[in-house]
């Protein structure tokens, strides 16, 4: 693809942020979005998985998969992959900062079924990214991702002090904040767009 890695990077936060315009990722972004702590620390999380398992990705795609010509097992492997970085993530992060990991919970294993982190390994290699590009759409698409959990939990925070309307509490609130959310990333694709 024509585009500069830099430029891929900024797209990918805002134009085509993987979350509000892809809409990928949603199950964990709305159960921790509740506490902006907690949105953070998986936001950081993310960020690490997409932009080391893009890479990774990357490199067994291009040296393993196309030489062996096993390209029809790139879903299986690229979710090994990225499965065996959230183990090693996990451990790290209950090693160095319990806290995080008991906050996370059970969202942060979930990290490996997240569709944003599998997304972004596809669409490296439908557009056809090189390298730096690659790392450069992982980077962004996690700071994208980070970015719209935190938004979220600082509206949900505020929302706490005022009145929601019993039906829409929860779920309901958090898809209408994300759907204009949505629209206001969608104002940015003006700008510049990545397909």
């Known amino acids: 693809m024509d585009i500069s890695a830099f430029v891929l990077f900024w797209a990918a936060i805002f134009t085509s942020n993987i979350l509000l315009t ?4 949603m199950c964990s972004y ?5 506490e902006i702590e907690s949105s953070f ?6 960020i690490f998985v997409l932009t080391a398992t893009s890479a990774l990705n990357w490199l067994v795609y291009h040296y393993i998969l196309v030489p062996f010509d096993i390209v029809y097992l790139q879903f299986i492997v690229f979710i090994i992959v990225i499965a ?7 451990l790290l992060i209950e090693r160095y900062a319990p806290a995080l990991y008991y906050t996370l919970g059970i969202f942060l294993p979930l990290i490996t079924v997240n569709c944003a982190i599998l997304g ?9 990214y090189n390298f730096i590009q690659s790392i450069a759409y992982g980077a ?5 991702w980070l970015l719209a959990i935190l938004m979220l939990a600082g509206i949900r925070r505020k ?5 929601v309307p ?6 309901g609130i958090s898809l209408i904040i994300t759907g204009i959310m949505a629209m206001g990333f969608i104002g940015f694709s003006g700008i510049v767009q990545i397909q």
Not at 166 to 171: C, E
């Open 159 to 163: 929302l706490k002090e005022k009145m």
């Open 120 to 128: 972004v390994s596809l669409f490296m290699i439908i557009r056809s």
């Open 22 to 25: 892809n809409f990928l990722g």
């Open 140 to 144: 962004g698409s996690g700071i994208g």
């Open 84 to 90: 065996a970085f959230v183990q090693f993530l996990e």
């Open 166 to 171: 019993i039906g829409l509490h929860g779920a």
């Open 41 to 46: 620390g998986l936001g950081v999380a993310v």
């Open 30 to 34: 709305l159960s921790v979005s509740k």
